[in-house]
């Protein structure tokens, strides 16, 4: 039993190192830390699983025919799980299916390119092309570029530029362009094969798997996955958090659109990250986002500032929700604004 498994990881780490150089490969250390730690697959019903590496989350469901997963995550995950995979359901993985393009839930679907088709929302062709040659260095970066040459070398890098410098440099010149820098740490984001506008199918073994798109502020290649025929799964990733705040500057806008996501047929509800949810965490979202608009709406008819109302808007009943005191202020500022842009 030792014996086997121990020649299944070699086979593994050596099919790994067909498709992933080394210096492409991504630290786990580099993704979002939570209090999830751990890599593991556990089954939500029927035939649909979810894996986890730390606070980040997929979903995949089994047939006799292979399996349908979404988002590899990344070298490090995708590398194990097809390990994982392959002993436990002895079927190869048929579709990977890409939530949007960002690195930390797209990266590594090369590891899956022996047996799999890749799907992703035509949108996200655009944002994983490199932009013109002449695009300037964002903002943001400028300070590093202490040279002065509109570029930077790996000395000059910094930070999370420093810590990706290979994957944000395609051509691997050991310099990062404007263009580079722009595009995003995305190296190991394989292009899908298949993209779809409004919404597609996937068939497999007799079951079906609907891809739907969604664009939002937080990315305009989002897509939904729902996991049908008796299981009633579906996976949003990012943006409609499990007990958790959600990210960044938030407007009113976003609130009908994760309402239209509770009204369709799902019981599990899979966020890419943190805890797992059903339908009622999703209900307790738009309930977190219009209680805040409220709340902010009320400080701004008392005359508050945004940062008063940063102050005053405290969201109490949410206090054990993760990333409540790093994201409150953030959610407060988005909803200040998105309503009184008016
Ligand atoms: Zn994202």
Known sequence: ??????????????VLAAFVPAAWTQARELYQQTQYKGQEIGKLTGDVYYARMDDYVSAF??????????????????AWLKTELARRFKVPVKYVIYSHSHWD????????ADTARF???ENLLKNIAMPPAGTALPQNVRAQDTNGNGRIEREEAQGNIRAQFDLYDANKDGVLTGAEVTRGPIANVRAPDVTYTDRMNVYLGGKRVEIISRP????????????????NVLFASDWITVRRLPFGQIGEAETPMVKAVEAMDF??????HGALGKKADVTAN????????AAVAKAIAAGQTVEQAQKSVLMEA???WDFYEQQRPQNVAGMYRSLTAK
Request: charged residues 20%.
């Open 61 to 78: 469901m089994v047939t006799s025919e292979g399996i349908i997963l979404v988002e590899p995550i990344g070298t490090e995950m995708a």
């Open 216 to 231: 939002i502020p937080h990315a305009d290649d989002n897509t939904l996955v729902r996991f049908v025929d008796g299981t």
């Open 267 to 272: 019981e599990f509800f899979i966020c890419s």
């Open 286 to 293: 738009i309930h977190y986002r219009e209680e805040l608009r």
């Open 119 to 121: 799907i992703g929302q």
């Open 1 to 14: 039993m030792t014996k086997r498994c121990s020649t299944a990881a070699i086979v593994g780490y050596l």
């Open 105 to 112: 839930h797209a990266s590594g679907g090369s590891v899956y």
């Open 318 to 320: 949410y206090k054990d």
